[in-house]
């Protein structure tokens, strides 16, 4: 279960998928008086092994591992008064414990450090302990309330359980619902992915713990149930609800059964786009949003396309011929649906306030005798956070025939062929690296016809050319490059008052990994060093490879940029940096630079480029480096021309030795 210690960096890597909170069910928030909690929200936890699924292949039946677990984490109502609530470490370290038990590998006493984990993912500086040690409305060894009571499903996000929302299952505890949170675990060793297969594993999860509850001697439960769906889990909420008709409404928070295509970024551990996992699930129609009668409402974020271009969507919400609501919190984000940033109070609470209130309010209103509350829900999509209109549309696809651009890259002077030379589109996450012989190939379609190509190498002066405008024929195309003529300072080192000193990240973790696929050649990652004393003196870099499962050798390119505007500016050096990377090598590599004569004065960005294979690498290979916690963030950014972008709070172990 090594996905679930990896949760944020599923860096196809998605953000954390966890729920905010304020309960104030008995605030009149909205002018309207809301049913106030009338009970106490008891909390156990349910082992069930369903003996019709093998869980671990290649084991005998009695193997603690060979059938698939289920482990469910249950709120319910009482009318007990405790006392000792339950501490959010406490139900934060089933993590940890389920982690270890069900996975490849012993986790034990990481629970603080991965929350400090969280916390970096979710750029919230505050102590983990604080955190785990915050107490929760939710308490142990309560007696449930006699009578059948209305069940709410909720199925956690991607590798998420129920600590991720447990304020909102709590509430709706609190409000008389038997809340139960069914895990986001796929096929052995756990991991959850986009994968049909995995996605199904939650799926039949779900429906076996309805057929136990619906045998149960501990609580009773109605006819009609609610699904509650969060992120990813929202995908299996939506299968759920179309094998079992006796689910009446399903509410999603920020789910993926709607979803935008065309984000080129977003793949999954072996390079594949996630886009086309989910194509898999809606051509197998197992949704069948149109057949649906159920009573639906979903809740989304906002800013989704602005890292990208849609080029099409999948509109669960729009097929649906059903009773439904739609809701999209303005300068929202995804982690606005999640429970850690309003513990800690450094998020928007009227977001949290909504969402708390809006959950209970669909539920009573569909599973309970209350009547339908018309004046709250005209009066919510009054405020100023809160819009009924969706995302402009995206285009739908355009089938158009794409031509392959060939050609090769010279100096101008010289004419001879220029090596590993960045070739993208400005702002696009396309590009590739022309090889060793200046020689290049890059797949073009018809909207890339009138953008921008740029060309760029280190000593040379870059050209932009439109494509359209390129040449009638598309073959072997000669591109020159003017180099670069300047003055060359001279550099004289004297070492008397001069100190080393190492800048950046020093990690050689294996907890924690960031990865470059195996297909993603021109991608670059890197961090920001601090330069505090000029001038500054390079010696080397340093990096450490924690895992390495690529077929070919590997050759990265080593960029210093200057810092305009917080980002990535102009590259610094004058020669091409090359590193070689074995096939299955690990461990601390270190690159001599002192044959190049670095000199810093101002705070650089340092990042490691990939320009090369040496052989071919398999589909679902990649190369990993170290991240370490309180380090300096790490940029990334897909290919050569598109932007960097923040990859993560979590710094990749790059550091400089110097001498200042």
């Known amino acids: 279960m090594n996905k679930l210690l990896y949760y944020t960096l599923d860096l196809n890597l998605k953000p954390l998928n966890l729920l905010c909170f304020f309960l104030l069910w008995h605030q009149n928030l909205l002018g309207q008086d809301f049913e106030s909690a009338h009970y106490s929200a008891g909390y156990k936890s349910i082992n069930l092994v369903d003996s019709s699924r093998v869980y671990k292949e290649g084991t005998e039946k009695d193997d603690p591992l060979h059938y698939r677990h289920i482990e469910l984490d249950i709120w319910y109502p009482s009318s007990d008064n405790p006392s000792n609530p339950i501490k959010f470490g406490e139900l934060f370290k089933l993590l940890e414990q389920r982690s270890s038990k069900y996975g490849e590998e012993d986790f034990e006493g990481f629970t603080e450090e991965m929350m400090l984990l969280f916390l970096a993912e979710m750029d919230i500086d505050q102590s983990p302990q604080k955190l785990l040690d915050f107490p929760t409305n939710s308490y142990l060894g309560l007696e449930p309330i006699l009578g059948k009571v209305p069940l709410v499903i909720y199925l956690a996000g991607l590798n998420g359980?129920?600590?991720?929302?447990?304020?909102?299952?709590e509430s709706l505890a609190q409000q008389g619902f038997l809340v139960v949170s069914i895990w986001s675990v796929g096929r052995y060793p756990g991991n959850m992915s986009n994968k049909i297969e995995d996605m199904m594993e939650q799926v039949m999860d779900a429906e076996v713990a309805l057929e136990h509850l619906k045998k149960s001697t501990i609580f009773s439960i109605q006819e009609d149930i609610g699904i509650l769906g969060m992120s990813w889990g929202s995908m299996s909420s939506a299968v759920l609800v179309a094998r079992n008709p006796e689910i009446k409404a399903f509410l999603s928070f920020d789910g993926s059964e709607m979803h935008y295509f065309g984000d080129q970024s977003d793949v999954d551990d072996e390079g594949i786009l996630n886009d086309n996992h989910i194509h898999k699930i809606i051509d197998t129609d197992l949704l069948k949003p149109s057949k649906q009668h159920i009573n639906y409402m979903y809740l989304e974020s906002d800013g989704k396309t602005q890292e990208f271009d849609p080029v099409s969507e999948f509109n669960y919400y729009e097929l649906l011929n059903s009773n439904k609501k739609y809701l999209r919190f303005i300068k929202s984000q995804h982690t606005d649906f999640t429970s850690l940033p309003s513990l800690l109070d450094v998020s928007d609470s009227g977001i949290h306030t909504h969402i708390i209130n809006i959950a209970g309010e669909f539920f009573l209103q569909e599973l309970t005798p209350k009547n339908a509350n018309d004046e709250y829900w005209t009066n919510l999509i009054k405020q100023e956070n809160i819009s009924i209109v969706r995302h402009a549309n995206p285009a739908k696809t355009v089938s158009v025939d794409d031509k392959i651009l060939k050609g090769k890259i010279i100096d101008s002077k010289t004419k001879t062929p220029l090596s590993y030379v960045n070739i993208g589109f400005l702002n696009k996450e396309r590009g590739t690296v022309s090889d060793e012989n200046g020689k290049f190939e890059l797949e073009i379609n018809e909207k890339d016809l009138e953008d921008t190509l740029r060309i760029s190498m280190i000593g040379y002066t870059p050209i932009k050319i439109i494509p359209n405008n390129f040449s009638k024929t598309w073959n072997q195309k000669i591109i020159e490059l003017d180099e670069m003529i300047g003055a060359l300072n001279e550099v004289i080192v004297s070492s008397k008052g001069y100190k080393s000193k190492v800048l950046g990240n020093k990690t050689e973790s294996k907890f924690i990994s960031t990865a470059f696929s195996y297909d993603q050649l021109g991608a670059e990652m890197g961090i920001k060093v601090k330069i505090r004393k000029s001038p500054t003196y390079v010696d080397s870099l340093n990096f450490n490879v924690s895992y390495n499962r690529l077929s070919a050798k590997a050759i990265f390119r080593v960029n210093f940029y200057a810092v305009e505007n917080g980002q990535p500016g102009k590259n610094i050096l004058k020669d091409n940096i090359l590193i070689e990377i074995n096939p299955k090598q690990t461990g601390l590599i270190s690159v001599d630079l002192l044959p190049y004569d670095i000199?810093?004065?101002?705070?650089?960005?340092?990042?490691?480029?990939?320009?090369?294979?040496?052989?071919?690498?398999?589909?679902?290979?990649?190369?990993?480096?170290?991240?370490?916690?309180?380090?300096?963030?790490?940029?990334?950014?897909?290919?050569?021309?598109?932007?960097?972008?923040?990859?993560?709070?979590?710094?990749?172990?790059?550091?400089?030795?110097?001498k200042q």
């Open 161 to 169: 359980m129920g600590f991720e929302n447990y304020k909102v299952l």
């Open 599 to 658: 000199i810093l004065e101002e705070d650089t960005f340092v990042t490691l480029e990939w320009i090369k294979n040496e052989g071919i690498n398999e589909k679902g290979e990649a190369i990993y480096f170290s991240l370490g916690l309180l380090n300096n963030a790490t940029i990334y950014k897909p290919s050569s021309q598109s932007r960097f972008k923040k990859h993560s709070s979590l710094g990749v172990g790059f550091n400089l030795n110097v």
